[in-house]
């Protein structure tokens, strides 16, 4: 006689579907993740990130035009009056040794550019020291800047003055050579490499400004 077994299914293991659930819980509310974002979606995203990476690249540039094309062009460039539509200056003369001079021979250097009787009473000096002061401020680039004085009669500048301008050319002009001056014998006037008149400053000038008028076209000029 056999022993009784266990009884049939005893050892079985529970079906899926009889077996009771694992409790939830109290409070868990865990939700189902996010469905990733669409092609769509990405995509205009990374356009706004570009459109703004490629604003900020182009800002300065943008300010730049508009400064240069809205502000007044005396107001943020230059401290001379420009001169415009004028003949390029033709003069000739004599220098203090006697040898012929002409203009052109100082073709390819920045002039500046004095007339006034060889006296050089009122503001004259003041004009002469303000043109060496601004020439001298060019450091190394002066020696590409010309300071020429065109003396309008027959009278020679003292030699005292002389001695404080060692760098000026002294010419003894046509008296009516200054009536071809742009705006006469007053300003004192740039003249580039080309012979043709840029700016025109007074003749009491602020040496800073002139300084930074001749700094400024040095940089920018690829002549002279």
Known sequence: MSAAGPPQGANRAPSGGSAAAKPQAWGD????????????????????????LAAIALAPVVLSYLAYYAWPRDARVNYGRL???????????????????????LRGRWIVLHAAPGACRGECPQSLYASRQARTMQNAERERVV???????????????????????????????????????????????????????????DIKGVAKDLGRLLRASSIG
Not at 30 to 52: C, D, E, F, Q, V
Not at 181 to 186: D, H, K, S, V, Y
């Open 29 to 52: 509310h865990t939700s189902a993740p996010a469905p990733p974002m669409s092609r769509h979606g990405t995509t205009a995203r990374n356009k706004r990130i570009l459109a703004l």
């Open 83 to 105: 001169l415009e539509g004028h003949p390029a200056v033709a003069v000739t003369g004599t220098r203090l040794d006697g040898t012929p001079f002409d203009v052109a021979e």
């Open 147 to 205: 300071r020429l004085w065109l003396v309008t009669d027959q009278a020679t500048p003292a030699s005292a003055l002389l001695a404080e301008h060692s760098d000026l050319s002294v010419v003894h002009a046509d008296p009516r050579a200054a009536a071809t001056l742009p705006e006469g014998a007053g300003p004192i006037y740039l003249v580039d490499p080309l012979g043709n008149f840029v700016l025109a400053w007074p003749s009491q000038p």
